[in-house]
């Protein structure tokens, strides 16, 4: 699993398409989901969180397409 570190703040995706954060200055956590419409009712895609230009950014690649959006 891949982590970003943004912020002072940590970040993973979760199996179940959260968006775990934990805040390394105040020892927090908390959840939260993504919602997006490339991503709903199709599991075909495979979705990864990465950073780009200083930003937290979700990507997925439609593995019936072979093609990458941001």
Do not use: C, Q
């Not at 950073?51 to 979700?58: D, R």
């Amino acid at each position: 699993m891949i982590k970003i570190s943004m912020n002072g703040s940590l970040h993973w995706l979760t199996w179940k398409r959260y968006i775990f954060v934990f805040d390394v200055k105040i020892e927090s956590y908390f959840f939260f989901p993504f919602v997006s419409p490339a991503f709903k009712g199709n599991d075909s895609k495979d979705i990864g969180l990465v950073e780009y230009k200083e930003k937290l950014v979700l990507t997925y690649i439609d593995r019936e397409s072979d093609f990458m959006k941001i």
